[in-house]
């Protein structure tokens, strides 16, 4: 088979999935549902397999493939074909997505157990797969907008889908708001894009754009920066990043698949996929290069004083794709794709591990209430811990490797991105501190009280009530179910973090510099016609980089141990100490608050003002008040000649008739 | 004969008849008006047939004759109703229809 069917497969499998899990939840008996999407996953990822080994039977410089099941739509001068492409580009990503995703399919399965909407959830999870398949594998803007339409609405279904939680449903509502101003970013920046060149598809744009737009002029820089939008939006970079932490509200197989492996990726992958729109708009890249790296120091620092435990691996989130943006936008698109691929393994580890405490915790996620659940729970322990130094970048995990490459190529580049390189290993060394804050307080110190009963081997359920406002739940349908599940009790929530473990340690050896550059050089037919194509940083730089990176963890770990375990009054004197600092930081720097005062409250006195003078005067009043009137006015002066008066009807006849004999006379002579 | 005279006859039916229908108001003598005026019409086309030597006209007042009929045989029909129910035989009392 040609890749471009595995293509078409690796798109069918999740949507069949959907198909059965969300007609069939009636009959699917027990984990049924849960199985079955898992497997439809799971075959997905066979199918990608069998789409790689396809691709790389073909010689290097046709290993880019257009697949066309029919025209979408052919009107005005706009074509557009149901295509998929097929480049190694795509198929790493549906390799991630995929793949990962079948793990977190296997974890919901025994997470989910308990909960009354088991079929529902899995409907969802393998709708949103399909739907970022969809997105990855798109050739053309218009099928790419439809899955990123797509994956928008799922995240929204996924993110309350608690829908009887307030705070969730408050949250979908946010993501949703904000990824729909990314994607009227990303259709306005695909309409600049057809407008100069003509076309949709991105081969022909890609091609065309260089002769039709000069380097840096206003229009492929417009079109670049509005593609931005959709991809700050959907990757929640600064300043559209606050739906993220937010979207916490979830389940936490949600947050490991949307929020760490699948979905915020999508902008990384879009701005590596539109690389040569890029190249000719350096303004746009460097724009899209500085808001990588502020996000990732601010999201490295929210994350020190975030105390909810997934709201810190969920601006962890933020700060390694800020690393990825920047990766792409400096052209190191290897090293920011290898760093996508690395982070989707420790993050779905790291987020599947904080989900098996919250479990443990029965639905606390606040780390302030954890402590000490090293002994009773060694299997999620080791593999967070695993998951903790793949973050922080210590040496030879993955994230080491992937990590220092984006930072060697900034700094290679020389200029202002000498400033962002430094930046970003000064963030690595807050994230080396973040990530051990967090192994520190959950698992090691004193157990807590639920720790102490799980380790008599009684699970503690919790009363069931929002973690979030403390407001009475019951276990019905829209809300979690009656029971939590731990991975030490449930093998397939072991067998999904065990391989994820396992990859974050040693993904790195694809990329090792100067040893194994397996990664690139698989990526190198797609990104090949790069103009940065040979700019490398020097072997010598690269491991100056590692050793540069590997200290930073190794320093930042080594101050949280201080911090957390040798001397934990320190932690109180310098939250005194710089109680500003902390006040600003635990409010996420008031980006919310900032949000509220310059776009909600305005929007809303716009909306009173609207309902208030335009709606109840202007349109009730003038408009429907005014029609009235006049036919009222009208109406009255009919009804008053209908006076039931035989005699009077023949006379106006006679009138009437009398006028036309007349009129004939006079035409007549 | 001319043609003339006989519309100016036909003209002048129509008028009385008309004039009928206006200023009385008992329903019967409104009838009986109406008859007067569908016959200064059937006049007309009669002797406008004539004029031309032409059958259509005829054939059209035969038509007009039978509407008459059934016209006189509703009203009638009706003025026997209202009399049964004592209403009061006057069109002006009858303006129930009023919008």
Partial sequence: ?669 | MSTSWFVVLSAFIFCIGAAGVMSRRSPLVILLCLELMLNAGNLALIAFSRMLGNQDGQVFALMVMVVAACEVVIGLGIIVGMFRRRLPIDVDEMSELRG
């Fill in chain 1, 1 to 669: 088979m040609s890749p471009t069917d595995w293509g078409w497969l690796v798109l069918a499998f999740p949507l069949a999935g959907m198909l059965v899990t969300a007609l069939g939840w009636r009959v699917l008996p027990g984990r049924g549902a849960g199985w079955i999407a898992s497997a439809a996953i799971g075959l997905s990822f066979a199918a990608a397999v069998g789409m790689l080994l396809a691709l790389q039977d073909r010689p290097e410089d046709q290993r880019a493939l257009v697949g066309t099941a029919f025209t979408y739509l052919d009107t005005g001068g706009l074509a557009a074909d149901l295509a998929i492409l097929v480049d190694p580009l795509s198929v790493l990503m549906c390799l991630v997505v995929s793949g990962v995703s079948f793990l977190i399919h296997l974890y919901s399965v025994a997470y989910m157990t308990s909960d009354q909407g088991f079929a529902r959830f899995f409907a969802y999870l393998n709708f949103f797969v399909f739907s970022m398949l969809l997105l990855v594998l798109a050739a053309n803007f218009v099928l790419l907008i439809v899955g990123w339409a797509f994956v928008g609405a799922a995240s929204y279904l996924l993110i309350s889908f608690w829908y009887r939680r307030a705070t969730a449903t408050t949250a979908g509502i946010k993501a949703f708001v904000i990824n729909v101003i990314g994607d009227v970013g990303l259709v306005i920046g695909a309409f600049l894009l057809f407008e100069g060149t003509g076309s949709v598809d991105y081969f022909v744009v890609f091609e065309r754009a260089p002769e039709v737009f000069g380097e840096n002029s206003a229009q492929i820089v417009a079109a670049c920066l509005m593609i931005l939008v959709g991809a700050f939006a959907k990757s929640a970079q600064l300043p559209l990043h606050t739906w993220l932490p937010d979207a916490m509200e979830g389940p936490t197989p949600v947050s490991a698949l949307i929020h760490a492996a699948t979905m915020v990726t999508a902008g990384v992958y879009l701005i590596a996929r539109c690389f040569p729109l890029f190249e000719l708009a350096p303004a746009a890249a460097d724009v899209s290069a500085i808001i990588g790296t502020a996000t990732l120091i601010f999201a490295a620092s929210v994350a020190l004083a975030a105390t909810d435990l997934k709201r810190v691996i969920a601006y962890s989130t933020m700060s390694q794709i800020g690393y990825m943006v920047l990766g792409v936008s400096v052209a190191a698109y290897g090293a920011g794709l290898f760093h996508l691929m690395t982070h989707a393994f420790f993050k779905a580890l790291l987020f599947m591990g904080a989900g098996s405490v919250i479990a443990a915790m029965g639905g606390i996620q606040s780390l302030d209430r954890m402590g000490g659940f090293r002994k009773s729970m060694p299997f999620t322990f080791w593999t967070f811990t695993i998951g903790a130094l793949a973050l922080a970048g210590f040496p030879l995990t993955s994230g080491f490797f992937s990590k220092d490459e984006i930072l060697a190529f900034t700094l290679n580049r020389g200029g202002l991105y000498v400033v962002l390189g430094v930046v970003g290993y000064i963030a690595a060394l807050l994230t080396a501190f973040y990530a051990f804050r967090m192994v520190f307080r959950v698992f090691l110190g004193a157990p807590v009280p639920e720790a102490r009963e799980l380790e008599a081997g009684h699970m503690h359920h919790g009363d069931h009530a929002n973690p979030a406002t403390g407001e009475e739940e019951d276990t019905g349908v829209g809300f979690p179910g009656a029971e939590h599940h731990i991975a030490e009790r449930e093998w397939p929530m072991k067998a999904a973090m065990g391989p994820l473990a396992l990859l974050a340690v040693v993904a790195g050896v694809l990329g090792i510099p100067g040893v194994t550059e397996t990664f690139e050089r698989f990526l190198e037919p797609t990104f090949e016609e790069s103009r940065f194509h040979e700019v490398h940083p020097s072997e010598g730089a690269e491991y100056a980089g590692l050793a540069a990176g590997g200290l930073a963890a190794i320093v930042g770990i080594a101050v949280a141990w201080v911090y957390f375990m040798r001397n934990p009054g320190l932690r109180s004197a310098t939250r005194e100490r710089f109680a500003g600092v902390h006040r600003v930081l635990i409010n996420k720097w008031y980006f919310d608050e900032l949000f509220d005062a310059v776009v909600v409250r305005p929007g809303a006195a716009l909306g009173r003002f609207g309902r208030t003078v335009v709606e109840s005067t202007f349109v009730q009043g003038v408009l429907v008040g005014g029609t009235v009137g006049l036919v009222r006015a009208g109406t009255s002066l009919a009804r008053s000649m209908q006076n039931g008066e035989v005699r009077a009807y023949a006379a106006l006849l006679l009138l009437g008739l009398g006028g036309l004999v007349l009129y004939f006379l006079i035409v007549s002579t």
